[in-house]
């Protein structure tokens, strides 16, 4: 059985498999998408941390049901998901450029023009599964300042690497990186 690291957040246990960066590092993939029970747990206590906001933002895909659940239990928040292509419903778009560190080529997220006039003049949360370079929240934040909100807060479920040590984010749990003697069997996990 492949070695995996064992991640502890929101009262539950998780394994989750290593997926090599480069240069000798390897991440430990986390993937909200289809684990309800914990997307339910994580927004029930990223809500406890939060700053007051009005609305929250994600980029698409795996933190929408994140997003999703705590507009749920919050039961009066919109949330808004910058999307990763144009569709054609979509007019009087907004985009930036982002490059994350777990996809090979820069990307454009776009928001709707009918989401921005929601967004002027409102607090928003940006909200995602993992943050690590702090690229997409960086892109996040550029959409909502063109969009005419202000950014009241950051949150993520797990801190990856130096994201940990960042003064500005909320989040659940650190997520350290990882050598190959540590994927081999030699160390965390």
Known sequence: MQNMYTLRVAGLTRRLRYFPLGNGLYIAGLVMLGDAELTVRCAEELLKICPPYDHLITAEAKSVPLA????????????????????????????????????????????????????????????????????????????????????????????????????????????PLFTEADVMGGGTG
């Open 68 to 175: 999703h659940e705590m507009a749920r239990q919050r039961g009066d928040a919109a949330y808004f998901v910058a999307r990763k292509q144009q569709k054609l419903y979509m007019s009087d778009t907004l985009s930036v450029e982002v490059r994350s560190i777990t996809t090979a080529a820069r990307q454009t997220l776009y928001i709707d023009g009918s989401d921005v006039t929601k967004i002027s003049g409102k607090r928003i949360l940006i909200v995602d599964d993992v943050i690590s370079t702090g690229e997409s929240i960086a892109a996040l934040e550029r959409l909502v300042g063109m969009a005419g909100g202000s950014v009241t807060g950051r949150a993520a479920v797990l801190a990856e690497g130096d994201a940990a040590k960042r003064g500005d984010i909320v989040f659940l749990a650190p997520l």
